[in-house]
């Protein structure tokens, strides 16, 4: 079945939303769901349409063990685990919470600097709290707000990219993202911005020989994924600095 | 419920797992998702044990959140409707297998009636399409009621309302596409919203 016609589409993603698509037919969809753009827009406009109708539902005030329990699963027990952490360090959140990126960079560059210096600093953490060597970049958008990060291990040849706002992708466009070297010679296509959450690109050679005299990264809105050798069609939506952690 | 503008600033902070962040979301909705889930589920241990779930998935999943598909508050009562929907399916399916099938649907059919129909006119008012909706029949806007505010699936709905399967799935097609035309006019007459 062609769940892509539009017809179809709009009315499994109305009777998903609802709640009447039931049994395997949901699951179905829901994996759909995950896999197209078109789908997720078409459910997203009907349950913005019936969340117009939750707001007279009686609200009622949850007992304080369900955030207890909410605390105790995610924070503490995740903790106690001690497994290596898949999600940002905290400390990364201070690097993107501040208004000026520059001051949080500084930021950064003294940890760098003092854990060079100090090695011992670290030596009684445990392995899983020190971040391996990489390439991080922080693109804003014009008003100055963090709106996406990329990262990549040194050594590695795959590049994270997350995004930490929305960002406005015109249908049937890419965002995407490009690699500024710091002698000025042409940016080079890196790979696109998804359009939610995040996800990996595949670099064409490792990051330290791709990114070694990049000095910025930057986002433009292309008609289609640039390939090597293409050069940005237009102005760039986002960028900021490229640096590296070590 | 609280403003979408400070939500979409802090589910982006969630998605950096900033716990302060996370908190603010959940202090700022636990009470109205909680009502949610509880019309659905109909009893506050299974409604909190959804709320958690929901909020777990949040901690785990704020990058997924993209305001151009949804705003905030919708993407947090999508989240804990869903919950709700498959830990009622969930639980009909284990009730349904482990004790013969009596009446306990039917015996609380005529009050969840009631409830959803009061609610979707209560919405209906506050969206200002009680007149546009009015031109549904009593039926079509109480099987979309059973629907959003129960999680009932086209089968319960037509126990409840003794009607047949097909005319059901006839209402609740045409209580969406009324609602959907409703809320369009509606926008229009207000103008885009600042």
């Known amino acids: 079945m062609n769940y892509l016609l539009p017809d179809r589409l ?23 769901l995950h896999q197209t753009p078109a789908a997720m ?86 392995e899983s709290d020190v971040l391996p060597a990489s390439y991080v970049g922080l693109l804003t958008d014009a008003a100055g707000t963090p709106t996406v990060l990329a990262s990549s291990k040194r050594h590695g040849r795959r590049l994270t990219v997350k995004l930490l706002q929305p960002v406005v992708i015109p249908a049937g ?18 790979g696109a911005v998804p359009v939610t ?44 600095h490229c640096v590296k952690l070590w | 419920m609280p403003a979408d503008e400070d939500l979409a600033a802090l589910l982006p902070r969630v998605a950096l797992s900033d716990r302060a962040a996370f908190e603010q979301v959940y202090r ?4 109205h998702l909680l009502g949610v889930a509880f019309r659905i589920l109909n009893n506050r241990e299974r409604a909190e044990e959804v709320l958690q779930e929901a909020f777990v998935n949040v901690w785990h999943s704020a990058a997924g959140f993209n305001a151009s598909v949804a705003g905030p ?22 009730r349904v297998s482990t004790i013969a099938l009596d009446d306990e649907v039917l015996a609380v059919a005529a009050d969840e ?41 086209h ?19 045409r209580g969406l596409d009324k609602l959907k035309a409703c809320l369009e006019a509606a926008e229009v007459r207000r103008g885009p919203l600042p």
């Not at chain 1, 503490?76 to 990364?92: E, M």
């Open chain 2, 73 to 94: 508050m919708t993407w947090l009562i999508n989240i804990v409707r869903n919950k709700a929907i498959d830990a009622l399916r969930a639980g009909k399916t284990e």
């Open chain 2, 113 to 153: 009636a009631q409830q959803p129909q009061e609610l979707l006119d209560q919405s209906l008012t506050k969206l200002r399409i009680t007149g546009c909706m009015g031109e549904l029949g009593a039926s079509q806007r109480q099987a979309l009621a059973l629907a959003y505010y129960r999680g009932m699936v």
């Open chain 2, 28 to 31: 700022a909705t636990c009470a």
């Open chain 1, 173 to 190: 466009s890419v965002a995407q993202l490009w690699a500024l070297p710091k002698d000025g010679s042409a940016a080079f296509p890196v």
């Open chain 1, 41 to 126: 827009l078409a459910v997203g406009a009907w349950q913005e349409r019936l969340a117009s109708l939750a707001s007279t539902v009686p609200a009622m005030q949850p007992s304080g063990s369900v955030w207890r329990a909410l605390e105790h699963r995610l924070f503490i027990s995740s903790a106690r685990a001690a497994s290596a952490p898949t999600r940002p360090p905290q400390w990364l959140w201070g690097l993107l919470s501040g208004r000026a990126f520059g001051g949080a960079l500084a930021g950064v560059l003294l940890c760098a600097l003092l854990l060079r210096l100090q090695p011992g600093l670290i030596g009684m953490e445990p």
């Open chain 1, 10 to 32: 709009d009315r499994l993603a109305r009777e998903y939303a609802l709640g009447t698509l039931a049994g395997p037919a949901r699951r179905r969809f829901e994996r759909l």
């Open chain 1, 197 to 240: 959450g995040s996800a990996t690109v595949a670099l064409a050679d490792t990051s330290e020989k791709l990114f070694f005299n990049v000095s910025r990264l930057a986002v433009s809105i292309e008609a289609a994924p640039a390939k090597a050798g293409d050069k940005p069609s237009g102005d760039f939506v986002l960028s900021g």
């Open chain 2, 155 to 173: 089968t319960e709905i037509a126990q409840a309302l003794r009607a047949p399967l097909g005319t059901v799935k006839a209402w609740v097609r």
